[in-house]
């Protein structure tokens, strides 16, 4: 069963957050259930490929919840379609924040979960919220690293700095201007696809295969600024001690990000999990790729969210 709710994001009381809440089947609203707060890929909404994880993990016993980051879909605040990484990541904490209002919520059994950008994000969220209790990614991006350092991390740090330059412009330009600058967050045509792999982003995001009205597939300019200089990964190796599940694709451009969390991840219980045969974007709605890393989320989240449980009842 899948509702659909609106709160008030706790980090910004001027934005309200839109989310589908997904419940196990036989929910009693007089039980205490783990919980799964999973985060959409940049330029991405609830209703895609974050709603196709939320519904499924919440056959396995849980209760998810997918939301809409804020100023995108249809959650509040301006200007629209914001990417600014430190406001993603709150956002991750706002809607644990809401979760520990349900009564049929387990505090001490919240995890979170996210797909490309949105893993990064959680990454981070988890690293400095530890009511998280264990994080899952699929097909991990930071960022900040793809944006400096490209799809395949072929690129040097500096290399990136136009792109700060780039997103200066757009905040003069915006503040002498109702339009504000954009960018894309996929390749917004098909020629201007690199590859194969980002030609499917531009499929998924502008084609009948997954396109939504509320996901443009761009994102303002200005974001540049703090996207470039932003590290989801930022004091993981002192930090995220929380156990970690990777999920990425054997021939994902992107597989280098997940290789990396996991490599600076202080956590003792961290695994890479690798579904052969896929890209990036086919971990988004590919159904036997997507039915694989469920296959191994679910029964993770479902030990270590269990174990946290039973570590707290054995300290008291």
Same mark, same amino acid.
């Given at each position: 069963m899948?509702r659909?709710i609106?709160f008030?994001?706790?980090?910004?009381?001027?934005?309200t957050?839109?989310?589908v809440?997904n419940?196990p089947?036989?929910?009693?609203?007089n039980?205490s259930?783990?919980?799964i707060?999973v985060?959409?890929?940049g330029g991405?909404?609830k209703?895609?490929?974050?709603?196709?994880?939320a519904?499924?993990?919440?056959?396995a016993g849980?209760?998810?919840?997918?939301y809409?980051?804020?100023?995108?879909?249809?959650?509040g605040?301006?200007?629209?379609?914001?990417?600014?990484?430190h406001?993603r990541?709150e956002d !991750? =904490? @706002? $809607?644990v924040?809401?979760?520990?209002?349900?009564?049929?919520?387990? +505090?001490?059994?919240?995890? &979170?979960?996210?797909?490309?950008?949105?893993a990064?994000?959680?990454?981070n969220?988890?690293l400095?919220?530890h009511?998280i209790?264990a994080l899952?990614? !699929? =097909? @991990? $991006?930071?960022?900040?690293?793809?944006?400096?350092?490209?799809?395949? +991390?072929?690129?040097?740090? &500096?290399?990136a700095?136009p792109?700060?330059e780039?997103g200066?412009?757009a905040?003069?330009?915006?503040a002498?201007?109702?339009?504000?600058?954009?960018?894309p967050? @996929?390749?917004?045509?098909?020629?201007?696809?690199?590859?194969?792999?980002?030609?499917q982003?531009w499929?998924?995001?502008h084609?009948?295969r997954?396109?939504?009205?509320?996901a443009p597939g761009?994102a303002?300019?200005?974001?540049?600024?703090q996207?470039?200089?932003?590290? @989801?990964?930022?004091?993981?190796?002192?930090?995220?001690?929380?156990?970690?599940?990777a999920?990425?694709?054997?021939?994902?451009?992107?597989?280098w990000?997940s290789?990396?969390?996991?490599?600076r991840?202080?956590?003792?219980?961290?695994?890479l999990?690798?579904?052969e045969?896929?890209?990036?974007?086919?971990?988004?709605?590919?159904k036997?790729?997507?039915?694989?890393?469920?296959?191994?989320?679910?029964p993770f989240?479902?030990?270590?969210?269990n174990?946290?449980?039973?570590?707290?009842q054995?300290?008291?």
């Amino acid at each position: 069963m899948a509702r659909k709710i609106s709160f008030q994001n706790s980090n910004n009381p001027t934005i309200t957050m839109s989310t589908v809440i997904n419940v196990p089947e036989g929910f009693d609203e007089n039980g205490s259930y783990p919980a799964i707060v999973v985060s959409h890929p940049g330029g991405g909404v609830k209703e895609q490929t974050a709603g196709t994880y939320a519904a499924e993990l919440a056959k396995a016993g849980f209760v998810t919840i997918a939301y809409d980051a804020s100023y995108q879909g249809e959650s509040g605040g301006e200007p629209r379609q914001l990417e600014n990484p430190h406001i993603r990541t709150e956002d !991750v =904490s @706002a $809607v644990v924040d809401y979760l520990t209002t349900l009564p049929y919520v387990d +505090n001490d059994r919240i995890g &979170a979960m996210g797909i490309c950008a949105g893993a990064g994000y959680s990454a981070n969220a988890a690293l400095q919220d530890h009511r998280i209790k264990a994080l899952g990614t !699929v =097909s @991990a $991006v930071n960022i900040g690293s793809m944006f400096r350092n490209g799809w395949e +991390n072929t690129v040097k740090d &500096a290399d990136a700095l136009p792109y700060i330059e780039a997103g200066s412009a757009a905040r003069t330009a915006d503040a002498t201007s109702a339009a504000k600058a954009r960018m894309p967050l @996929a390749p917004e045509k098909e020629s201007d696809a690199p590859n194969e792999e980002l030609r499917q982003a531009w499929e998924y995001y502008h084609t009948p295969r997954a396109e939504c009205p509320t996901a443009p597939g761009f994102a303002t300019a200005r974001s540049l600024n703090q996207i470039i200089t932003y590290d @989801a990964y930022h004091k993981a190796e002192a930090f995220l001690t929380q156990p970690v599940l990777a999920v990425a694709g054997s021939v994902a451009g992107s597989k280098w990000m997940s290789d990396d969390l996991l490599a600076r991840a202080a956590s003792t219980d961290k695994a890479l999990h690798v579904v052969e045969g896929a890209n990036h974007m086919d971990l988004y709605d590919g159904k036997p790729y997507v039915a694989e890393a469920v296959s191994v989320l679910a029964p993770f989240f479902q030990s270590r969210l269990n174990a946290s449980t039973a570590a707290k009842q054995a300290a008291e």
